[in-house]
């Protein structure tokens, strides 16, 4: 099968290349403007690094870079759908003057577009007070307020008050609302539904898409021996397959663990790595990767995007059902303003969160901020959803953003996180743009983090990209030691301008296994300083060193959407 891919060719990838790139080249060297520099006679020498030529050649397989060109909502779509009006929140009871508790009219005008099959709700500008949560259930429904200088949701409480007390399912005394749930909260219905009853039974639960036990799905078909990167798999039985179909690619470990080892880039490193005593991290895996088919030929079925693993049949291959997703849905244009309280002690928030997406798949956030969280953003079993012009204000948060439970595809750009405007307490953190938990293949893009890190929470995320982002590098990463490594393979950070020059987590050469850290300012180690999870020889890349802003392409996921663009499709 090899490179069999959909709308994208050799041709298109040559084209693309050298539209990202500036013009005069000569021996790999560019003149164009640079951040901090002006255009006319000030103008500074771009590099395109051989790793970028290479990567070129073999966008799908590269040992070092993923292939990341398509996450996001619809494939990474420019624009996002504007649904029809169907509901204003003030016509089923809410007020814009901060009165009343809007979050019932709210969620009664939800639920009403819900049964109408969807569709976009207003919620006007004022400020409307939240004294309970925001759950968009169903598909195709967009909360739409009038902008986020405009419309401001007030929530008054947190969910522990709302919900109850959320243990960890590993143990402790830890809240799980440290990382999980939102005050507005995208989730289908019937799996908010489950989770909200184990919670309140304290039956810890799963988050992902295979429901609180990881039992509710069931095999679709088994899949054919396919190397990385290929766009089609050829499958035992296709007749319940249809293209449109959303579906789980399921691949189990083996005894050996050489699936985790796999997923580490493979080799002595990940071969001699003790697996067995890493309870956390191997609770995370079947690893289950939601995609939606393309077309269904006889026993072939192309994919919306490549396999970003080897499918082997030692690891028991089967596309199978989920619970039912979330698509199609949206929140825009409004502040989510949390009653200002203090932050918690570590891993103990009560649960002042933004915006959660759980279980959805094609949905987004668009013109939103988030003040005064414990945690900003979060993706939880999320796939294939865009976060764009978001940003996380006030006091501090634990996580301004989290990626996790096997959340893949994803794309968050154009993102902020502000300076707190309080001083951190004692016994709390600051962690960042957070990935964790298997996650793979999740972009976050033009980003200005004013404190937090590139948080690599453990558990053995991978193929994972930051690309053009400026970043005062002073939060620390977290992860517990039974949850594995902190990085697997093709992790890459292209064009990081670290302003406090602190490297952990940013230059990643000497700790991820097959990265790549290309385009990074000079910086050095101090703080939190980390060895690699893998011995021996890493197989990393680190090209453009010491400069900042000269790396071209600039970006590393615009540049992988041009090459996209095959202009004979």
């Avoid at 939060?475 to 490297?503: E, K, M, Q, Y």
């Avoid at 296994?513 to 980390?530: M, W």
């Amino acid at each position: 099968m090899g490179n069999e891919h959909v709308g994208i060719s050799r041709r298109g990838l040559l084209a693309g290349a050298t539209a990202v790139t500036a013009v005069g080249v000569t021996g790999g060297r560019a003149w164009a403007s640079a951040p901090g520099t002006t255009t006319g006679k000030d103008m500074q020498a771009a590099e395109i690094p051989a790793i970028w030529r290479e990567f070129v050649k073999s966008p799908f397989t590269h040992p070092q870079i993923p292939y990341i060109g398509r996450a996001g909502q619809c494939a990474g779509a420019a624009h996002f759908p504007r649904r029809p009006v169907v509901a204003d929140v003030r016509a089923f009871g809410a007020r814009p003057d901060g009165s009343t508790d809007a979050a019932p009219a709210i969620n009664r005008a939800i639920v009403a577009a819900g049964r109408k099959g969807g569709g976009t709700v207003l919620i006007p500008p004022g400020v409307y007070r939240l004294d309970g949560l925001i759950r968009v259930g169903h598909s195709n429904v967009v909360l739409r307020g009038a902008g986020s200088a405009r419309t401001t949701l007030y929530a008054t409480r947190n969910l522990t008050e709302l919900i109850g007390p959320y243990g960890s399912r590993y143990g402790g005394d830890k809240s799980s609302w440290s990382w999980a749930g939102g005050l507005i909260w995208l989730c289908p219905t019937a799996r908010w539904d489950s989770l909200i009853t184990a919670v309140k039974a304290k039956d810890w639960p799963f988050e992902g898409w295979t429901g609180n036990k990881r039992d509710e799905w069931t095999t679709l078909t088994t899949v054919a021996p396919a190397p990385r990167g290929s766009w089609s798999v050829t499958v035992a039985d296709s007749t319940r397959l249809k293209a449109g179909r959303l579906v789980l690619l399921r691949l189990a470990d083996d005894t050996d663990h050489t699936l985790l080892q796999h997923m580490a880039g493979g080799g002595p490193g990940p071969e001699a790595y003790s697996w067995d005593d890493k309870t956390k991290l191997t609770s995370y895996v079947p690893y289950e990767w939601p995609v939606r088919i393309v077309r269904v030929q006889g026993d072939k079925v192309t994919l919306e995007r490549p396999l970003p693993l080897d499918i082997r049949p030692e690891w028991d291959p089967r596309l199978t059902t989920h619970v039912e997703a979330l698509t199609g849905a949206g929140v825009e244009g409004l502040t989510v303003d949390c009653v200002e309280t203090p932050q918690s002690q570590h891993l103990l928030d009560r649960g002042h969160n933004g915006v959660t997406f759980q279980c959805a798949y094609d949905c987004w956030a668009d013109d939103i901020v988030v003040r005064h969280v414990d945690n900003g953003f979060g993706l939880v079993a999320a796939s294939a959803c865009t976060l764009r012009n978001t940003r996380v204000a006030g006091r501090g948060s634990h996580h301004p953003y989290f990626c996790r439970e096997g959340s893949h595809d994803n794309l968050v750009e154009d993102f902020t996180i502000e300076e707190r405007t309080a001083p951190a307490p004692a016994g709390t953190q600051l962690h960042g743009i957070n990935v964790e938990g298997l996650s793979s293949h999740n972009v976050w893009s033009r980003g200005d983090m004013r404190m937090g890190t590139f948080d690599s929470h453990r558990g053995m995320p991978f193929a994972n990209v930051r690309t053009d982002i400026t970043v005062n590098n002073n939060g620390r990463h977290g992860g517990d030691a039974s949850a594995g490594p902190l990085f697997g393979a093709r992790f890459t950070h292209w064009n990081i301008r670290v302003s406090n020059h602190r490297a952990g987590l940013m230059k990643i050469d000497g700790l991820a296994p097959r990265s790549a850290t290309v385009g990074l300012n000079h910086c050095t180690e101090f703080d939190q300083i980390d060895v690699p999870d893998f011995s021996g020889e890493l197989h990393t890349r680190l090209e453009l060193y010491g400069t900042r802003g000269v790396v071209r392409p600039r970006n590393l996921y615009e540049a992988q959407r041009e090459l996209a663009r095959d202009p004979a499709r």
